[in-house]
Every structure is written in structure tokens, then in C-alpha cells.
């Protein structure tokens, strides 16, 4: 490679096209969490092996492994960023054509997407205050949307009425079916 090709690329700070190692991030938060509540967890006395801390902890260390394979992958290789571009006869905006030629001539060789890390981690936040004051299937709900809002997904009353319907299935098979205790919140005449 010539000194000229090197000057060429574009200089990048640290920060930019590293969104994906916040994935990781959240992800051994998660298993942190999991390991600080089968820290704390209260067995009663008589309770039979493997016990309830079992499953949590497979868990946490699924979670580990997976955060440091996403990291591992993520800095070997990280993803460059493609531009959307569309033929003549896609149905889409000016708008979105004037957008899509702006970010091809953004020199950049990844990218990374604040606004659907903060819709996700946002809704994990949510989803953790409310859960205790909403309840199980308001604050999931809340939480299952806020990651299609993520994923990109624009159809907030679908999404809305998905993620309740999801949320009280997972409530009347957790609660009802097997008799774990979620919380029901407003809902359930709580508070």
C-alpha cells in the first residue's frame, strides 16, 4: 500500500462503528444481573437438588460466553455500514432517495445506530423500573416494543397490540399455567 492510499481513508474516532460492542456490553449486564439475583435468592430449607438457582446460572453463563464471542466477533471483523439504494421503480419517498444519496457519500467504515441502541436500552430501563408498579404485562409489552421501535419496525399500533398480546400470553403461561409468581401490577388491583 502506498503512503497516498493510507492518507485517503478516512480518519475515524474510536467511538464511531463500535455501537456493536454495546450489544456485548448489555449483554454481560444482563448475566450480571442474573448472577447478583441467584447471589441473593432465598432457598427455603428441604428444597430438592438441582434447586432454583440452577437454570438461572446456565443462563448467565450462556450469557457470558455469548457477550465475549459478540465482542471477539464484533472487533475482528466489525460490520462497514451499506448505504440503502433503490432502482427507478421502488416505491419510495424523495425523501428517502435524497437520504439514501446523502449517506453514500459519507466516507465512514462503520456505523453505528445510537438512536436504536437508546430505543432498546431505553426500554430495558423502562421495563426494569415499571415492572413492580405496571406489572409483568404492561412493563414487557413496553419493553417488547420499545426493541421493534429498535429493530426498525415503524407500525407503533401493531407492535403495540403484538407486544400485549405476547406479554399476557407469557404472563398466563408463567402465572396461571405454572403458578410462578410475576408481578400483576395496576392490573391486578396491586399497589
Keep these: 500500500m ?9 480518519k ?3 467511538r464511531e462503528g463500535h455501537s456493536g460492542l454495546i450489544m456485548a456490553a448489555i449483554m454481560a449486564g444482563f448475566a450480571t444481573y442474573l448472577i447478583i439475583g441467584v447471589a441473593v ?23 457470558y460466553v455469548i457477550a465475549v464471542l459478540l465482542a471477539i466477533s464484533w472487533l475482528r471483523t466489525p460490520t ?21 444519496e446523502e449517506a453514500a457519500k459519507v466516507p465512514y467504515r462503520a456505523f453505528s445506530d445510537w438512536t436504536s441502541i437508546a430505543w ?6 423502562a421495563f426494569a423500573a415499571l415492572l413492580e408498579f405496571a406489572g409483568w404485562i404492561v412493563a414487557a409489552a413496553l419493553l417488547f416494543w ?7 419496525s415503524r407500525r407503533p399500533l401493531f407492535d ?18 405454572l403458578g410462578l409468581n410475576l408481578p400483576s401490577g395496576i392490573i391486578g388491583g396491586g399497589l
Design 120 to 125: 432498546a436500552f431505553g426500554g430495558f430501563v
Design 80 to 100: 462497514p455500514a451499506t448505504p440503502a439504494t433503490y432502482a427507478e421503480d421502488d416505491d419510495v419517498s424523495d425523501e428517502e432517495r435524497r437520504e439514501a
Design 2 to 10: 502506498t503512503a497516498t492510499a493510507v492518507s485517503d481513508q478516512p
Design 146 to 152: 420499545c426493541v421493534a421501535r429498535a429493530m426498525g
Design 160 to 177: 403495540l397490540t403484538l407486544a400485549l398480546t405476547v406479554s399476557s400470553l407469557v404472563y398466563l403461561a408463567f402465572d396461571v399455567a
Design 41 to 63: 435468592m432465598e432457598i427455603p430449607e428441604g428444597t430438592d437438588p438441582p434447586g432454583p438457582e440452577v437454570f438461572p446460572t446456565i443462563i448467565a453463563i450462556a450469557g
Design 12 to 14: 475515524t474516532r474510536w
